[in-house]
Every structure is written in structure tokens, then in C-alpha cells.
């Protein structure tokens, strides 16, 4: 078959997936010649998800490592699948509903929603996927899994038993005392009303506000206020009947339990352990609170006075669990202010009770929002509140002065200290509402237990983290673990496994009937929480391989060889992967996790929806090709950086396609073909060039063995466009005419059968069509054979001849370019030194010296004026220029190119002498601009250099 002019990446892509899927090409052990196995798990994409950029990082990584494996003849899979995502899916089809004026989920029912889910994910659950196909993912597709896979109410085709699982390891930790339910505060979005893990919580800088509010002494004690400087002196004393908080989030004082001081701070010594009044609240119920002192207030934040509201914040809830403060909650499951529970008046009292040092027991009906506030919008309750403390004269205050512009008159006022900042705040990502920590019953697992066997496979290597940084992510995390929260307040999921009586009593069991076998006689209620999805995706390498069953593919692929990930999820999934199937298979799951980097823009900025520099992958696969896409992903992938992309560099490499695709069209007209044996060719070129296919196939499986995507991509990048394409290509023209035709042939034809091999991995479609079209195959690339090519090949006579000869076509090349020779004039090629090694060089190849330097026979002779000097290892020659360029036009061009480039390189060296910069800047923007320095200096040497020939002429 003729190959048309150019690669057409649309057809040919789709042509070729569906022939790969047609065959099942990506099956689990196909093409497998070894014993040995080759196991990765995708992990698992949003059921709701489509594709980004990160994705289509994550994915090329694993692909290429499960191509290079599988061609290498490993017994390989590629597991993947899907996670059923609680909360978006929720969100995804309640919207849906609501568009098309349907009832809502409570109306309905619990059964009849997760039924529309389930129609849901049938009509468009799969976009990812298909969409993962597009850009050419080889995973074995016919073991797609589904983290909801055999729930109650799957339809056919969803059976499996994934939920089996889940439920399976839920009942073995509750028995063990692992898993307990528990109140304590966990991250809550008032939207969804349910709480949420940390890794779906984004922090937003906003615009915000502190106020300054006194909390007075009780009984109107005063006390010695003192300030002190860095040397002891005094800068400040005065009597105060009160001690200065300050808060940003007012409405949350009516909980407050203590005001909390560092111990070592002297300015608050005086009044440890006396009462203090809360500055809020109906007056005949005012409330009064301990002072008290803990590690945690910073002496030199603001006043360096905290108050303590445990229920609704993270670092209070810490010094009330440490000093028995009660946990008053003050607002409802929609972030409104509570309107159940005791009166206020019987709330304060009990609460008054607890702050003198009684038990009080459960405060659980304790409700301190004052009758006027309950049920109000938690952000116009802190406006009340705001209002209530500055009219009672209990804001801090600062003395304004302001002049009247035509009097000359001063007016003073005080007004209320209120510092406007911006603040970080805690967003919901999915519902966009500010999240709340909320004080609730929830289910945890007791990670403390389990967490040391995850710590020590780390420790012994295991399992090796890469790059080496995030080991500290991974042993920081474990090592300071907290409970984790597995509950979730929603319908889609899979629901806790525990049934109660009427007097609360729990029955854990992994069906209705064996929890009623357990308590004969009672009526049960089911917990209607489901699991947080970070734990059933916690069980993801043991679940999709059929476990709590012996599978076969259990025995084979597990425990995995490789998981490829990003850093955001070490501690949210890896973490969690490591402790869930060492406590529960005891072994790890994964050999190796490699971490990659965040892509991001040109520019180095993170891509944002409202920084509108988000890149969507598919729309560089329509515009360039999902191979160019891919290789400049690959290129980019440098272990511990973050990629910076733009269309511009998914062009460059659309580029190398087209460079491919040329240089194997030339072949093809020249009657190359390939699908033959290795060559044993006798003409330098041609040795020359399959020594050099043999050093690339080393260095880019030394490349891969050690996760340096980079290092394999650029250097075939290297050796494909330059040493093949652009060198051997030029080498062989003349060859194909003369007594060395045949084996030229040969040669060419082997040689690009070897870079179809060893890039296939990273550009797969282009490589697939180009083994097609160019010889009787017995099977597609994707189960070609990786090459096997050792150092023995490289044949040192020839690699020192022919890159003797590049080296001074180069050199002749850039003089050229550097002094304005035009293109078309052929110059003489004077040899005034050689030695005996340089002149064999030139005897050998003389034709391709003049055909690719454009110049005459070399000769003998003597530099003189009017000549530049060209040099190489073992021989100095000369380019007589002086007739053919003008002199004077050339000094002034180079002196100006000159002056510019000096011009940039003293900007970069100023910035980089700059303290404030090299303090601030990270450390890949330092390495990048002394870098571009040294490539300056570089041109201003060359540069120099020339005018330096130029004065000499």
C-alpha cells in the first residue's frame, strides 16, 4: 500500500482504537512470552468525570509502562474502572431531575433515586472512558470496574462484587473494634448536608474581616495590663476590666466554652483562672467562661488571647478535648442557626453550671443561639451579633480624628477596630458553599491501629515512593493521623452495614437478615449513612481483582507492580490503599508509587476555570493528534517538576509526527520495506546508524526502569528527527544509487522498524499505522516485539568516522549561518592541519562532506585573508567567505545581534543577584533563568568570536 502524503491523525486513530478493541489486543496477558507479571491500576476516575489535563498526564505515564512491558513480553494488565462518586453523582442527577421538573429525591424515595442513578450512569457514565480511548489508554477494557459494582438495586451488567467487598471489610473492622461510630467535628457543606473529606474542601482567599471584642472580668474585676518590647521595656500599662478576642467569625462566640492564653504569657498571668463575661446574649442570661492556658495561642498573633468554641472549629476543638470543655453546637445540618433543643435560658444555665467545674453530662440539646437568632442564616446572625457587642459598647475601639476641610474644625470619635483582610476560607467544590466544621455522630475508623504496618513498608522499601520528596508527604500524614471520617450523609453509596433497636442498640452484619438473626424479636432500623468513597477506593487493587474470592487474577496480578499518581492524593488514597490491604490481605498494594507533577500553563500559573487558562486535552487531540499530545506530556514529565504546556509545544511535536511519516514516505519511494532480520552492513553509514539505534534502546529502557519519562521522550526525540530523519536520511541518498544500495535499504528499513518499536509506547497511533504500511507483519505493533539490542552492536570505528563527519558539516554549517554565506554558494574547503584519522574521515565520505556542507573537494592549503577558521578533533580548516559576503554588512549585523543578547543576559544576571529573588522565586524559575543565562553567555562567546574572523578578513 502507497502511503499518502500526509497522516491523517483523525481516521487514523479512530480506525486503529477500534481494530485494537476489535481484537481485544489490551486483554490481560496478552502477548505475554514470560512468566513474569506487570500489574497497574488506573485510579479511578469520577464516574461523572471527563477529561483533563491531569488526566490525560496520569494515563499517557501508565500507558507507556504497560506498552513497554507488554511488548517486552510481561504477563500485563492494566485495570480499570470507575468510582462511583457520592457526592457528585448526587449532585449531577438531582440537577437533572430538577431541570426536567421532576419530583426531588425525598419525595421519591431512597430506592426509587438510586434507580434514576443507576439509569444515569447506564445512558453516561462511560464518557471518561470512551474518552480515555481516545487517547489511546491500552487497558484491558473488558474488566472495567465500578466501585458500585453488585450494590443493592445494580441492574445487569453492574453484578460484580465490589460491593461484597466493601461491606465484607466494614464488618470484619467493626468486629475488631477498628471501625466505631463517634461524635467529634468533621468538615460539613451545608448544601449537601453531609459531611466531606479534606480533599473536597477547596480554600479560597476572599475578602474578609476581624472584629475586636472585649470579653469582660466577671464581678468587674480589673487587673495590670502590661507590653513589653523585644528587650523587656515597657511600651504599654494600663488597667483593664477585660480581655481583648478577636474573631472572624462573630456568630460562633454564643458556643464559646473559655478564653484560652499561652502559658508563658506574662500579660495574662494575673487573671488565669478567673471568669470572664461572653459579650453576647440576652443580659439576664449572660453567660460567663474560664480563662484558661494551653499550647496552642500564638503569645505574639493579635492579643494573643483565643476563644475556645470547640464545636465549630478544628484547632478549638483540639484545647477543649484537652482541657474537658463542653461542645456546644450552634448550628443546624443547613448551616442555619439552631431552633431545637432547650430553651436559651435553660441552655445558659446548664452551660453556666459546666463552666464553674460541674458535670453537666451530654450537652447534645444544649442550645445557646438567644430565641431571636434561632433559625436565622448563619451570615445575618453574625451581623445581629456584630451589632448587639458595638451598641453595647463592647467592640475595641481605636480614636478617629478627622478635619473639617472648610472650618479647619477636629472632630473625635472612637469606632470599632475592624481589620478588613483577606482571609483563607473553606469552600465545598462540588456545591460552592463555605463548609462548616460540625460537631456530629459519624463513623470512623480507628486509624491509629492500623497505621503502623502502612509506615513500616515505607521504611523497609517495600514499597519505594518517587521522587524521594514525597516519602515526607506520606510519613507526615501517617505519622500525625487522626480518626478517619467514613460516613457520609447521602443516599448514593454503599450504605453502613448496622441496623438498630428501638433503644439504639447496633446489630453490624452484612445483610438485614443476619443483622435479625443477631437481635430475634426487635425491630430494626437500617443506619441510612453510606460509606465515604475514599474507603471503598481504598480496597480498589484487591476489589477489581475479585477479592474476598481466590481468584486466579488475585494469585497473578497482586500485589500490583506500579501506581501512578499525583501528588494532591498520597495521603488521601495511597495512604489509605496501604493501610486498608495490609490490614486486610496483609500485603501491600503496590511495589512502586510514582508521583507526577500538576500540569500546568505556559507560564507556570495552576489552570483555573476562572483564571480561563484551563486546556482541554481533547481539543489538542482534534487540533494536533492524541500522539503529539501524549509526547509532549511525556517530554515535560520530569520527576519532582510541574509540566508547563501550551498548544505551541503540542505543535512542535505535531511536527515530529510529520518528520516521522516524511522520512518513512522517502524511505518507501526509495524501496524500503521493512519486517526484516538485522542487517550486517559493510558501509560506515550504515554500521554507523545501527550502532547508534542500539545506544538509544538502552538509554530509553534505562530511561523507563527508572520513571524519567522525560529522558526517554527527549532522547528519541533526539535520535528519530536528528540522527535518523535529518542525518542517515541525507547519508543515504547517495548510497541508494551506488554498490552499497541494497544493504542501505535493508538497513533503513530495520532501523525504522526500531523506532516504530521504541516509540509506540509513547505515540502509539502513528507508530501502529506506520508498521502497517511498511511490511508484511504478522501482528500489530501493539504486540510487536521490544527491540533487544546490546552495546555490541556499536561499532567504534564508525561511530567515531561518521560523528567526525557530522561534526564538521555542523561546524561548516553554523559558520555559514554565523557569517551570512548565502545558501546557494559552494565554497572551498581548505585543510590546512589534519591527522591521519581526519583524512580517512574526508577520503571515506568526501561526496556527503560536499553534498551536506555545500562545498568543494577538500584541499590542502594555507589560511589566508578573506578565510574563516572551521575546526574539529584532529583537523583545523578554512572557508574562504571574503568574495562572497560583504564584510562590513556582516561586522554591523553581528555587533548589533551582539549588543542585544548582551543586553538580556545583563537582565537575567541582575535578577538573579538579586537577594529578594532568589529568596522568593522557586527553585525551577532560579535553575530556568540560569539557564537561559549560560545560553546568553553562549551566543555572546559565539558572537565574539565571529567578529573576531570578521576583523581578521
Known sequence: MTMDKSFDAADAEARIAAEWEATNAFAAGANARRSETFTVMIPPPNVTGSLHI????????????????RMRGFDTLWQPGQDHAGIATQMVVERRMAERG?????????????????????????????????????????????????????????????????????????????????????????????????????????????????????????????????????????????????????????????????????????????????????????????IITDEYPDP???????????????????????????????????????????SYADSAAIASRAAAGEDVGDVTAVNLVPDDLRGLDRFEARKRVVDAITAEGLAVTYLHREIEPETGAEHLERRPVIDA???????????????????????????????????????????????EQHKKVYFNWLENIEPWTISRQLWWGHQIPVWYDSEGNQYCAPTEAEAQAMAPGKTLTRDPDVLDTWFSSGLWPIGTLGWPEPTEELKRYFPTDVLVTGFDIIFFWVARMMMMQLEVVGDVPFKTVYVHGLVRDEKGAKMSKSKGNVIDPLTLVDAYGADALRFTLTSMAAMGRDPKLGPKHVE??????????????????????????????????????????????????????????????????????GKVCDWYVEFAKPLFDGDH???????????????????????????????????????????????????DLID??????????????????????????PAGAKLDLVVTEADDAARAALADNGPLIERLARVNPAADGVAGKGMIAVSVQGASFALPIGDVIDVAAETARLQKAEGKVRKDAEGLSKRLSNPKFVENADAEVIEETTGKLAALEDDIARLQAALAQLAAM
Open 54 to 69: 491531569g488526566h490525560a498526564l496520569n494515563n499517557t505515564l501508565q500507558d507507556i509502562l504497560v506498552r513497554w512491558h
Open 102 to 290: 421532576e419530583p426531588n429525591r425525598r419525595e421519591i424515595g431512597r430506592d426509587a433515586f438510586t434507580a434514576k442513578i443507576w439509569d444515569w450512569k447506564r445512558e453516561s457514565g462511560d464518557t471518561i472512558i470512551n474518552q480515555l480511548k481516545r487517547l489511546g489508554a491500552s487497558a484491558d477494557w473488558s474488566r472495567n470496574a465500578f466501585t458500585m459494582s453488585g450494590a443493592p438495586g445494580a441492574p445487569a451488567g453492574e453484578e460484580g462484587n465490589f460491593h461484597d467487598a466493601v461491606i465484607r471489610v466494614f464488618v470484619d473492622l467493626y468486629n475488631k473494634g477498628i471501625i466505631y461510630r463517634g461524635k467529634r467535628l468533621v468538615n460539613w457543606d451545608p448544601h449537601f448536608e453531609t459531611a466531606i473529606s479534606d480533599l473536597e474542601v477547596e480554600n479560597r482567599e476572599v475578602p474578609g474581616h476581624m472584629w475586636h471584642f472585649k470579653y469582660p472580668l466577671a464581678g468587674g474585676a480589673t487587673y495590670e495590663y502590661v507590653e513589653r518590647d523585644e528587650d523587656g521595656r515597657v511600651t504599654l500599662r494600663e488597667t483593664r476590666n477585660y480581655i481583648s478576642i478577636a474573631t472572624t467569625r462573630p456568630e460562633t462566640m454564643l458556643g464559646d466554652g473559655a478564653v484560652a492564653v499561652h502559658p508563658s504569657d506574662e500579660r495574662y498571668a494575673p487573671i488565669v483562672g478567673q471568669m470572664v463575661e461572653i459579650p453576647v446574649g440576652p443580659k439576664e442570661h449572660r453567660r460567663l467562661i474560664p
Open 300 to 342: 505574639t498573633f493579635g492579643s494573643g488571647a483565643v476563644k475556645i468554641t470547640g464545636a465549630h472549629d478544628f484547632n478549638d476543638y483540639g484545647v477543649a478535648m484537652r482541657n474537658s470543655i463542653p461542645l456546644y453546637a450552634l448550628l443546624d445540618t443547613k448551616g442555619a442557626m439552631r431552633a431545637d433543643g432547650l
Open 421 to 467: 483582610k483577606p482571609i483563607m476560607q473553606p469552600f465545598g467544590d462540588r456545591s460552592g458553599v463555605v463548609i462548616e466544621p460540625m460537631l456530629t455522630d459519624q463513623w470512623f475508623v480507628d486509624t491509629k491501629r492500623i497505621v503502623e504496618p502502612a509506615l513500616e513498608a515505607v521504611r523497609s522499601g517495600r514499597t519505594e515512593i518517587l521522587p
Open 652 to 721: 512542535v511535536n505535531r511536527n515530529f509526527v510529520t518528520k516521522i511519516w516524511n522520512a518513512t514516505r522517502f524511505a518507501e519511494m526509495n524501496g524500503v520495506r521493512g519486517g526484516g532480520a538485522r542487517p550486517q552492513p559493510t558501509h560506515t553509514v550504515n554500521r554507523w546508524i545501527i550502532g547508534e539505534t542500539a545506544r538509544i534502546l538502552m538509554a530509553t529502557d534505562e530511561a523507563l526502569a527508572g520513571y524519567r519519562f522525560n529522558d526517554a521522550a527527549t532522547g528519541l526525540y533526539a535520535f528519530v528527527w
Open 741 to 791: 544500495a541494497e544493504e542501505t535499504r535493508a538497513t533503513m528499513g530495520w532501523v525504522l522498524d526500531q523506532c516504530f518499536a521504541m516509540l509506540h509506547p509513547i505515540m502509539p497511533f502513528v507508530t501502529e499505522e506506520l508498521w502497517a504500511l511498511t511490511g508484511d507483519r504478522d501482528r500489530m505493533l501493539v504486540h510487536g516485539d521490544w527491540p533487544e539490542l546490546g552495546a
Open 796 to 821: 567504534a570505528d564508525a561511530d567515531r568516522q561518521m560523528n567526525w563527519v557530522i561534526a564538521l558539516i555542523e561546524g561548516v554549517r553554523s559558520a555559514r549561518a554565523q557569517m551570512g554565506v
